[in-house]
Nanobody, 116 residues
Framework: QVQLVESGGGLVQAGGSLRLSCAASGSIFSINTMGWYRQTPGKQREWVASITNSGRRNYADSLKGRFTISRDNAKGTVYLQMDSLKPEDTAVYYC??????????WGQGTQVTVSS
């Protein structure tokens, strides 16, 4: 079992930055990939970025250059640095982890609101 807790969301003006954190606990040794998704009301959850335990990063094409994912394996923590934020980035951001055995876990989400 893995538990994920996000933090760092909030209200920011367009053009500003936020850094989200997601702390994993439990069987963190089993985690392979960690990532971030986001969701707005009435829409499907959208993949944002992911990072493997070897540091390989992948991003949604539309977010490349503005968002940066990083990870501290020793702490079981993944971060999402969001720069040049736009109102359309407003969403609930969810942390996700996949373990080697195929188990997926989700955090409770953190709200990010970007004002114009």
């Amino acid at each position: 079992q893995v538990q994920l807790v996000e933090s760092g969301g909030g209200l920011v003006q367009a053009g500003g930055s936020l850094r989200l954190s997601c702390a994993a606990s439990g069987s963190i040794f089993s985690i392979n990939t960690m990532g971030w998704y986001r969701q707005t009301p009435g829409k499907q959850r959208e993949w944002v970025a992911s990072i493997t335990n070897s540091g390989r990063r992948n991003y949604a094409d539309s977010l490349k250059g503005r968002f940066t994912i990083s990870r501290d394996n020793a702490k079981g923590t993944v971060y999402l640095q969001m720069d040049s934020l736009k109102p359309e980035d407003t969403a609930v951001y969810y942390c996700n982890s996949y373990s080697a055995g195929g188990s997926a876990y989700w955090g409770q989400g953190t709200q990010v609101t970007v004002s114009s």
